[in-house]
Nanobody, 129 residues
Framework: QVQLVESGGGLVQPGRSLRLSCATSGFMLKRYIIGWFRQAPGKELEGVGCINGRDQNTYYGDSVKGRFTIDRDNAGSTVYLRMNDLEPEDTAVYYC??????????????????????WGQGTQVTVSS
């Protein structure tokens, strides 16, 4: 049974950092892309970035490029979203997700939530002073 569980959200001041975790189970992490998404109140779901299963290449949306980093615990089954220099505009519920199939590269996928079939429950990140 495929499962993804996010954790690590919370309230943080602008300019500070936060690390989200996505604990996976029921599949081999190195065979699948993992994407991170977020949804702010009243806005559509937005692709934050993704990491490939095999080569661990990463891709990011323009709004977070240079501030956010995705990496993976190769010894286990956890994917991380490290967020630096947080801004109030980063306030959202953050989700990790996995596609149905073993896509090779997520460069053209991470902005398409409909390509992802398995989702976590989300974790709230609030950036405010």
């Amino acid at each position: 049974q495929v499962q993804l569980v996010e954790s690590g959200g919370g309230l943080v001041q602008p300019g500070r950092s936060l690390r989200l975790s996505c604990a996976t189970s029921g599949f081999m992490l190195k065979r699948y892309i993992i994407g991170w998404f977020r949804q702010a109140p009243g806005k559509e779901l937005e692709g934050v970035g993704c990491i490939n299963g095999r080569d661990q290449n990463t891709y990011y949306g323009d709004s977070v490029k240079g501030r956010f980093t995705i990496d993976r615990d190769n010894a286990g089954s956890t994917v991380y979203l490290r967020m630096n220099d947080l801004e109030p505009e980063d306030t959202a519920v953050y989700y990790c997700a996995r596609p149905t199939s073993q896509l090779v590269d997520c460069a053209n996928t991470f902005n398409h939530p409909d390509e992802f079939s398995f989702w976590g429950q989300g974790t709230q990140v609030t950036v405010s002073s």
